[in-house]
């Protein structure tokens, strides 16, 4: 989703070039910079080690199923138990037959375990294979892994048995590559290409895939920290504009109008899902209700923020913080939770946040600047002092908390599905915020506003939508379980737990040394807020059709992008969660059977058979794009590891700076959701947004809603006079009912 604005920046910044920084690995060498990986990676590997794909209730069924035989008679062991009792000493605390039985249940269970571990690996070794083919992937493979994986297995159950992001063949990625530019036209330096592309294949190119080869076999995933650190955590632009997108409300008016009793349900569910992530108890997600899906990622979803750098940033963690973090018109408060407040108990302490006066603003604008100079600051904040307190009680929080004031209301009320431009309001603010009421930094930001209305702001680097999908979803569900009393109360629990303390706030202490970069970052704020445009549109599908798929707003989306420039790059994020630690590949949009579908819309005299024909031939390709990046069979994210190993190594290779410099002219991602869906039928989530990824690009972001409407999220930049997301959205509209009843309808003879 919104990765496709520091994947931007990283392809134009390539070398020192742009808003990229350099970041701590360039000139190192590859083999040092590994190590360091290796190092990095030992504690995630013990914890592999831990997932045992049986589970204990396999273990507590072994016991009670073996005991139960002995009692009536039976030796299922075939004499072992007796042999295991007969070696044992008898000063042993528990009586020899006793302990005999655990033994041997210990040792059926852990051998259960390896054989399901290596089986799964076998099985799992075609996931790329059987995920990338054409249709639906083999019936029998699919049913192997269901029957291994279990019926309700943990959320790490299988963490140790999924297999590593396959590293694709070198002259297969640059074919494609040069084809996905050669579809653009001549011009732009792309004439050269095909030339650049065999000079890259007979130099550099061969000598940094072996260096991902031997990356691929000593680290979980041969992207690993290529990725975190020199494209995320190494770009510069401020987060609201680059690396955070938000997740939208449920459509419609809110369950309470009460803003202190909204957010005490949904802390109630967010600690909720930490408590289950941390137990282990969550169950796994499946993909296609049978695949196992990498949890790595769940990990860093509470008390993590991104630090601030001169040169890189990076991922700190948290401790359990018993408390979390809360702001109110700039002014922090630190809200205990103990081991878990009811919700009526923590809606009287958000009432007395709301009712707290004084303080000011604090240092929360800074977290909307350019990194390097939010470093200088926070090194002076943190060098003691209240603004140090202050510091350590956000970054331990598992997430923050803002109240916001209403962002206006809607001009039509709350309808669902909305009209067109209902929702702009809120989905801006809740991108960009007001700056000192936020805190970019954070995974996790809920906003709450004073309507009762909610949503979240996510900071990227650390994981991709498919979890936070999955967490919104979850406390969305939540607070509709836990409900409401009539007047809007919370309707949970006491109003009041003693041994809890009230709410805490804490002062902002800013050395006058500061200020000056404070009035810079708000300044850079403002002047985002006043160009970005975000708006919300609603598709409608006429009675008599179906409510389209997604492979065909896919290509309604490049159609319209098409219509509107010509033959340019799209980008889509497809997540990669079915490989080792699987972050998002890209799929390439605009290839050759879409612009001729293009063409043969544009043209009067082309018969509705041509069309549809054309129309069906754009469909398989999008699926195709889709499938492989799925599989791990993608383009980019293998272009991009072998650019950061050619920056480590100092190389320049001419291909890869003009394959990953060429803009995206529209980025573009499904809203995450849950799988399977955790909300009853009908209710949808309203969507999510992140900003465009340059300047003359839009970021567009659709969800399904009521009654077979999609919502479209639309961004762009207003100084741009290239781009207007009204004119944009009405553009995607207009596609989508052609092409809509064009696949519906009949054909013309």
Same mark, same amino acid.
């Given at each position: 989703?919104?990765?496709?604005?520091?994947?931007?920046?990283?392809?134009?910044?390539?070398?020192?070039?742009?808003s990229?920084?350099m970041?701590?690995?360039?000139?190192?060498?590859?083999?040092?910079?590994?190590?360091?990986?290796?190092?990095?990676?030992?504690?995630?590997?013990?914890?592999?080690?831990?997932?045992?794909?049986?589970?204990l209730?396999?273990?507590?069924?072994?016991?009670?199923?073996?005991?139960?035989?002995?009692?009536?008679?039976?030796?299922?062991?075939?004499?072992?138990?007796?042999?295991?009792?007969?070696?044992?000493?008898?000063?042993?605390?528990?009586?020899?037959?006793?302990?005999?039985?655990?033994?041997?249940?210990?040792?059926?269970?852990?051998?259960?375990?390896?054989?399901?571990?290596?089986?799964?690996r076998?099985?799992?070794?075609?996931t790329?294979?059987?995920?990338?083919?054409a249709?639906?992937?083999p019936?029998?493979?699919?049913?192997?892994?269901?029957?291994?994986? &279990? /019926?309700? !297995?943990?959320?790490? #159950?299988?963490?140790?048995? =999924?297999?590593? @992001? $396959?590293? *694709? +063949?070198?002259?297969?990625?640059?074919?494609?590559?040069?084809?996905?530019?050669?579809?653009?036209?001549?011009?732009?330096?792309?004439?050269?290409?095909?030339?650049?592309?065999?000079?890259?294949?007979?130099?550099?190119?061969?000598?940094?895939?072996?260096?991902?080869?031997?990356?691929?076999?000593?680290?979980?995933?041969?992207?690993?920290?290529?990725?975190?650190?020199?494209?995320?955590?190494? &770009? /510069?632009? !401020?987060?609201?504009? #680059?690396?955070?997108?938000? =997740?939208?409300? @449920? $459509?419609? *008016? +809110?369950?309470t109008?009460?803003?202190?009793?909204?957010?005490?349900?949904?802390?109630?569910?967010?600690?909720?899902?930490?408590?289950r992530?941390?137990?282990?108890?969550?169950?796994?997600?499946?993909?296609?209700?049978?695949?196992?899906?990498?949890?790595?990622?769940?990990?860093?979803?509470?008390?993590?923020?991104?630090?601030?750098?001169?040169?890189?940033?990076?991922?700190?963690?948290?401790? &359990?913080?018993?408390?979390?973090?809360?702001?109110?018109?700039?002014? =922090?408060?630190?809200? $205990?939770?103990?081991?878990?407040?009811?919700?009526?108990?923590?809606?009287?302490?958000?009432?007395?946040?709301?009712?707290?006066?004084?303080?000011g603003?604090?240092?929360?604008?800074?977290?909307?600047?350019?990194?390097s100079?939010?470093?200088?600051?926070?090194?002076?904040?943190?060098?003691?002092?209240?603004?140090?307190?202050?510091?350590?009680?956000?970054?331990?929080?598992?997430?923050?908390?803002?109240l916001d004031?209403?962002?206006?209301?809607?001009?039509?009320?709350?309808?669902?599905?909305?009209?067109?431009?209902?929702?702009?309001?809120?989905?801006?603010?809740?991108?960009?915020?007001?700056?000192?009421?936020?805190?970019?930094?954070?995974?996790?930001?809920?906003?709450?506003?004073?309507?009762?209305?909610?949503?979240?702001?996510?900071?990227?680097?650390?994981?991709?939508?498919?979890?936070?999908?999955?967490?919104?979803?979850?406390?969305?569900?939540?607070?509709?379980?836990?409900?409401?009393?009539?007047?809007?109360?919370?309707?949970?629990?006491?109003?009041?737990?003693?041994?809890?303390?009230?709410?805490?706030?804490?002062?902002?202490?800013?050395?006058?040394?500061?200020?000056?970069?404070?009035?810079?970052?708000?300044?850079?704020?403002?002047?985002?807020?006043?160009?970005?445009?975000?708006?919300?549109?609603?598709?409608?599908?006429?009675?008599?059709?179906?409510?389209?798929?997604?492979?065909?707003?896919?290509?309604?989306?490049?159609?319209?992008?098409?219509?509107?420039?010509?033959?340019?790059?799209?980008?889509?994020?497809?997540?990669?969660?079915?490989?080792?630690?699987?972050?998002?590949?890209?799929?390439?949009?605009?290839?050759?059977?879409?612009?001729?579908?293009?063409?043969?819309?544009?043209?009067?005299?082309?018969?509705?058979?041509?069309?549809?024909?054309?129309?069906?031939?754009?469909?398989?390709?999008?699926?195709?794009?889709?499938?492989?990046?799925?599989?791990?069979?993608?383009?980019?994210?293998?272009?991009?590891?072998?650019?950061?190993?050619?920056?480590?190594?100092?190389?320049?290779?001419?291909?890869?700076?003009e394959?990953?410099?060429?803009?995206?002219?529209?980025?573009?991602?499904?809203?995450?959701r849950?799988?399977?869906?955790?909300?009853?039928?009908?209710?949808?989530?309203?969507?999510?947004?992140?900003?465009?990824?340059?300047?003359?690009?839009?970021?567009?972001?659709?969800?399904?809603?009521?009654?077979?409407?999609i919502?479209?999220?639309?961004?762009?930049?207003?100084?741009?006079?290239?781009?207007?997301?009204?004119?944009?959205?009405?553009?995607?509209?207009?596609?989508?009912?052609?092409?809509?009843?064009?696949?519906?309808?009949?054909?013309?003879?």
């Amino acid at each position: 989703m919104a990765e496709a604005a520091p994947v931007a920046a990283f392809g134009a910044s390539l070398w020192g070039r742009g808003s990229l920084a350099m970041g701590q690995d360039v000139g190192q060498g590859p083999l040092r910079c590994l190590g360091r990986e290796l190092l990095g990676s030992v504690g995630r590997r013990l914890r592999r080690l831990r997932a045992h794909p049986a589970g204990l209730r396999t273990w507590l069924f072994l016991g009670g199923a073996l005991g139960l035989c002995e009692a009536v008679g039976l030796d299922p062991s075939m004499g072992l138990v007796a042999a295991i009792a007969g070696g044992l000493p008898h000063s042993s605390p528990l009586p020899g037959a006793a302990l005999a039985l655990l033994l041997f249940t210990s040792g059926l269970w852990l051998l259960l375990g390896l054989i399901l571990r290596l089986g799964l690996r076998l099985l799992l070794g075609g996931t790329g294979t059987a995920v990338g083919r054409a249709g639906d992937p083999p019936r029998l493979w699919m049913a192997l892994v269901r029957m291994f994986v &279990g /019926r309700r !297995p943990r959320l790490r #159950s299988c963490q140790g048995v =999924l297999p590593p @992001l $396959p590293l *694709p +063949p070198l002259p297969h990625t640059v074919h494609r590559a040069v084809s996905s530019l050669q579809a653009l036209g001549p011009g732009g330096g792309r004439d050269q290409v095909p030339a650049l592309a065999q000079s890259f294949l007979g130099g550099p190119g061969p000598q940094l895939q072996r260096w991902l080869r031997l990356r691929q076999w000593a680290l979980p995933s041969y992207l690993g920290d290529l990725w975190d650190e020199q494209v995320h955590l190494g &770009g /510069r632009d !401020p987060l609201p504009a #680059s690396g955070n997108y938000y =997740l939208m409300d @449920l $459509p419609g *008016p +809110p369950p309470t109008p009460l803003q202190a009793a909204r957010a005490a349900n949904a802390v109630c569910a967010l600690l909720s899902f930490r408590s289950r992530v941390s137990s282990g108890t969550l169950p796994a997600v499946l993909f296609r209700g049978s695949l196992p899906t990498c949890s790595a990622q769940y990990e860093r979803l509470f008390n993590t923020t991104r630090v601030p750098g001169e040169t890189c940033d990076r991922l700190q963690r948290g401790g &359990g913080a018993g408390h979390v973090a809360a702001l109110r018109g700039g002014r =922090l408060f630190l809200v $205990p939770v103990g081991r878990g407040l009811a919700p009526r108990a923590l809606q009287r302490r958000f009432e007395r946040v709301l009712r707290a006066s004084g303080g000011g603003a604090g240092a929360g604008v800074m977290t909307s600047a350019r990194r390097s100079a939010w470093a200088q600051v926070r090194a002076v904040l943190q060098s003691g002092g209240p603004s140090s307190a202050a510091l350590r009680a956000l970054e331990e929080a598992p997430f923050v908390v803002a109240l916001d004031p209403p962002p206006g209301p809607p001009p039509n009320g709350h309808r669902d599905p909305p009209s067109d431009g209902d929702l702009d309001a809120e989905a801006k603010e809740l991108l960009l915020g007001p700056c000192y009421n936020r805190w970019f930094d954070k995974s996790l930001t809920l906003i709450v506003f004073s309507t009762g209305r909610m949503g979240l702001n996510v900071e990227h680097s650390w994981g991709d939508p498919p979890v936070v999908g999955h967490l919104w979803e979850y406390t969305l569900a939540t607070d509709l379980e836990l409900g409401y009393e009539a007047n809007g109360d919370c309707r949970e629990g006491p109003e009041e737990e003693p041994g809890v303390p009230p709410p805490q706030h804490l002062q902002w202490n800013i050395p006058d040394e500061c200020l000056p970069a404070l009035g810079v970052a708000l300044d850079t704020w403002q002047a985002l807020e006043a160009d970005l445009q975000v708006h919300v549109a609603t598709f409608v599908p006429p009675p008599e059709l179906p409510p389209p798929p997604d492979g065909l707003v896919q290509v309604a989306l490049q159609l319209a992008v098409v219509r509107e420039r010509g033959a340019c790059l799209t980008y889509e994020a497809v997540p990669t969660w079915l490989f080792l630690e699987g972050r998002a590949e890209a799929a390439r949009g605009c290839g050759r059977p879409l612009l001729e579908l293009a063409a043969a819309m544009e043209q009067t005299n082309a018969s509705r058979s041509l069309r549809r024909r054309l129309l069906q031939g754009a469909l398989r390709d999008v699926l195709a794009r889709m499938r492989a990046a799925a599989a791990g069979a993608g383009l980019d994210r293998h272009l991009h590891a072998l650019a950061a190993v050619a920056r480590q190594m100092r190389l320049h290779p001419p291909l890869l700076e003009e394959v990953l410099s060429q803009p995206w002219a529209l980025a573009y991602s499904p809203a995450p959701r849950a799988e399977p869906p955790l909300l009853p039928r009908p209710l949808c989530p309203g969507g999510a947004g992140f900003a465009p990824p340059h300047p003359d690009a839009y970021g567009v972001s659709y969800a399904q809603g009521r009654g077979g409407s999609i919502l479209f999220h639309v961004s762009c930049r207003a100084s741009s006079p290239i781009t207007d997301a009204r004119r944009f959205a009405a553009q995607i509209k207009a596609a989508l009912g052609e092409l809509g009843e064009l696949l519906g309808g009949g054909t013309e003879e």
